[in-house]
């Protein structure tokens, strides 16, 4: 019994320090992501980490902070899924940080597809204001994004 005791508190302590939080892995990838992408990307159509990280953190029961977060200190790729979360979350927000980012400039990589785009910041920002992104929140493709992970 002694012995068991000792697995299972073993199994608990270890499990922080081996099996990582989930939450935590997205919002660190997410905070220096390489690619803005929602939708199939590659030659495989496959969704990008980015997105699938995207929605870990809007699962979340903190999704607000760790999106205002990824806002404050992720690169400008970040930003742009921030600004999309909060055009769900929040949309007095997002048209404040739209505005914000908006005057900063700059370009944000993007992908879309096959294809890989540096797209001035401005115009990203104004598709995600129309509304760009929406058509990835519905339920047909939340359906094949579940399909795509159980494979």
Known sequence: MKRLSICILLLLVAHPVYGGD???ESYERLLKVE???FGGT???GSISQGELDFRVLLKNKKSSERFRGLYDHGNIQAK????VAFSQLDKALLDELSEELSKIGGEV???EGCIVAATPVPDEVERIGNGAYSIFFGDEYLKRISEQDQE
């Not at 742009?80 to 600004?83: E, G, K, N, T, W």
């Open 109 to 111: 990589t993007t992908m």
């Open 22 to 24: 989930v939450v935590e």
């Open 80 to 83: 742009c899924y921030a600004l």
């Open 35 to 37: 690619r803005f992408a």
């Open 42 to 44: 590659g030659f495989a």
